[in-house]
């Protein structure tokens, strides 16, 4: 049934001039991509020292990494 759907997909999308490509990425800045990179490794080096913790000083400490992170993103420069 798929291969009798495909090609009445195609051509009412040619008649219909739609563009079957998916919409291009917007692209960030390099400040912003630094600065998000920055946020990344951050992250990323809490959760590894984290991960030797124990109980809820390792869920205190992911919590405030999460919450450190979600701010650092919204501080950083936009596109």
């Known amino acids: ?3 009798r759907l495909m090609p009445a997909f195609l051509l009412v999308m ?3 001039g739609m563009n079957i490509a998916p ?6 800045s390099p400040e912003r991509r630094a600065a998000l990179k920055l946020c990344r490794q951050k992250y ?4 590894k020292g984290a991960k030797y913790l124990k109980g809820v000083d390792r ?10 992170r979600r701010k650092c993103k919204a501080l950083a420069p936009e596109r």
């Open 44 to 47: 990323n080096e809490t959760m």
């Open 1 to 3: 049934m798929s291969r």
């Open 59 to 68: 869920r205190a400490r992911m919590t405030a990494a999460r919450e450190e």
């Open 14 to 16: 040619i008649l219909f």
């Open 23 to 28: 919409l291009p990425a917007r692209a960030e």
